[in-house]
């Protein structure tokens, strides 16, 4: 789909360190579909992460770490938006309008309820065991930053397409009962899928498995990272088997298809080792990853300018989402 003359939106949970699998899976290709949008309005969901934030967590802390990842990364604010979800509260006034008509029993079908209901059944717990209407709730509030900002297109994975579906369903419901077109249907944009790069051990890189190569680092984490990724003490090594090593795999998610081949064919003819080879990955890590780990430690130290960036950004856009909200308010009779 040409996403060119579109109006993209993306929102991101604040949730601590990305790993190189985030960025892979995640980060980049989500800076570099807004590279391609004609707007592309990003948000870090603090409302969202309120759901299942735990007491030890600041909150404020999250929300600068997202947005020094997100500059670092590329996310081209100045041309782009890139705002926290509390700044513009007229999300949370038609979250509401919204509430009034959404049928319950949409909720009770969306993925993120049914999984933690699911994990409830399995662990014979009452079946809302930590239920929050926030959770409960979430494709509603999801409906209400998708639709304030007439988005055209929402980049998920597969598993986020209902999510948008629901906010269509929102939007049509709204537009048939109130006989209008004031709410704009959105579509989902299906991103590419994105090879999972396997961790240290071999499993999905995760930090739930504390397997992964940290994003942003200096070369002594990463060095200590590389080191641990295990490797084996066979002699005769073809094409075949190093290309199913777990070694190969991380390298392969990192490098060209130049690089790819090159070590490949050292690590068969034994020209190098294992530890020849993971300088390698190393300095393919330093050189991908440097400069923006430098730019990200710059940023994260000065949180009183990423707030100005987020709160200039957010009050780029609030004028639009305050006459949006006018124009569904004085629909329903406000
Ligand atoms: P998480 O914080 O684990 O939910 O990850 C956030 C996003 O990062 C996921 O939706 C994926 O798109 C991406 N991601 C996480 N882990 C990996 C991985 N090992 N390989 C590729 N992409 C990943």
Redesign the pocket.
Known sequence: MDIKNKTILTGIKP?GQP?V??Y???IQPMVNLSDQASKSYFFIADYHALNTLSPNQSLGDLVHLLAAQMIASGFDYKKHYLYRQSDIPEIFELQTIFNSFTPKGWMNKSHAYKAAVDLNRLNNKDVDNEVNMGLYNYPILMAADILIFNTDLVPV?KDQVQHVEIARDIATRFNSRYKSDVIKLPNYYLKEE??????LDGR????SYNNVIPLFATTEDWHNAVKKIVTDSKDNHTEESIKDTVFYKIYSSISSNEQNKKIVDQLVNKTIGWREAKDELLNIIIDRFQKMSEDYFNIIKDPALIDKILKDNALLIQPQAQDHLDKVKKVVGI
């Open positions: 949730s790993h699998g985030n892979l899976g995640a994975g994105v090879k999972e790069v396997p961790g999905k890189m995760s930090k």
